[in-house]
Nanobody, 123 residues
Framework: VQLQAFGGGLVQTGGSLRLSCTTS????????MGWFRQAPGKEREFVAA????????YYAPSVKGRFTISRDRAKNTVYLQMNSLKTEDTAVYLC?????????????????WGQGTQVTVSS
């Protein structure tokens, strides 16, 4: 499964961005998907995840209420709407497909990872 994330860019504090991640296989529509991020010098961290049918979503405490994950199974695409961005949101954002139907905040369930897209929030 190949994943392509895009939609990153440079935005000011308080601004918004919408990330998209498209997968190459229709079978990923039956899998949970997640977004993670990695800032320079820091470990990769969980951002948000969604179950195969979108019925349940999961968020890191640091983004809850500001970010929204959603998916369009027909388009094999998962989205991350990011509002009220802060400088600490600056990172490379990566999407991943889980081996399972549910999303997860842990990295081990994710079998396939995309290249990532850079998000930079300036003050």
């Amino acid at each position: 499964v190949q994943l392509q994330a895009f939609g990153g860019g440079l935005v000011q504090t308080g601004g918004s961005l919408r990330l998209s991640c498209t997968t190459s296989r229709r079978t990923s529509s039956n899998n949970g998907m997640g977004w993670f991020r990695q800032a320079p010098g820091k470990e990769r961290e969980f951002v948000a995840a969604i179950d195969w049918n979108g019925s349940s979503t999961y968020y890191a405490p640091s983004v809850k209420g500001r970010f929204t994950i959603s998916r369009d199974r027909a388009k094999n695409t998962v989205y991350l709407q990011m509002n009220s961005l802060k400088t600490e949101d600056t990172a490379v954002y990566l999407c991943a497909v889980s081996r399972y139907a549910t999303g997860s905040s842990q990295m081990t369930p994710y079998a396939n990872w995309g290249q990532g897209t850079q998000v930079t929030v300036s003050s």
